[in-house]
DNA sequence: AGTGTAGTTTATAATGGTTCTAAACAACTG
DNA sequence: CAGTTGTTTAGAACCATTATAAACTACACT
């Protein structure tokens, strides 16, 4: 199977949950913004069987912890995840809380002229807000 | 006194505690980051009578909506504000979870080539997370 | 000053996303 | 196959935030 040695590399049990959540998160075309509650109805979509909410959540951060999903640093009651791992930015959409990709060719390099002491840099997130 | 007529210009009415609110808030030397706990802890300090919870919450949002605070974009169970409202960017130091100001000048302009119909670009806010 | 109105404060309850618990279960090792 | 360890699960607990609705207060107008 496409995911078992993916989560078995990663000191993951490849459990059926498991790869049923790799199927609705990896196995598309594009990358996608989701939030736990959005991703708990397309697995209820995609599955017959049901996933337990905890299980998801446990998955959801053992993935992020992994470098399979990234956090989306929004101001928002709850959070956004990405499937794009890669260095790249976000339009939010205050209007309906939607989450665009912004690809880094938009941005431009960002460089960050002051340095913490005894600190790395392990991300640079940029946040465009739009409003109407 | 002081921040009755910026209260009055902005259609809020200077009660006593949004009085002492802009106290805590606005009359120090250096601005601050800040959660909802942080602000109440702070108040309770500096000021003998109690403002109760609901009030600090409606206060705070209501000084975002006109301008005087600005919320900033971290992941975290607790919402971050700022009383530096001028456009600059912070480090957020994932160990302790504390945030530290950069300069405009430390990140350099920020040129967002992407349009997005009939949106505005309301902010641009750039998270540059740090690790050991 | 006194009165009416609209805005504000307050304690408390409700909400809702997320995490915890501990028991049942499943994957791995030998 | 048995033992161990990791995983799933339903439900409870947690906790930041928001809603409620009653008491209160700033303000405008006499």
Redesign the interface.
Known sequence: MKYIDKLRNSGLRPTKQRLQICEVLFNTEKTFHFTINELERKIKDKIDSKISLATIYNTVHAFEKKGYLK?????SNQ?YFDTNTTDHHH????KDGKL?D??N????P?????K?D???????????????
Do not use: A
């Open positions: 956090q989306i640093p929004v101001n959070t339009f939010y959409n205050l665009i912004l690809e060719s938009d941005v431009g960002i460089n960050i002229k002051r913490i005894g600190k790395k840099i392990k991300s640079i997130e940029v946040l465009v807000k739009l409003e109407d």
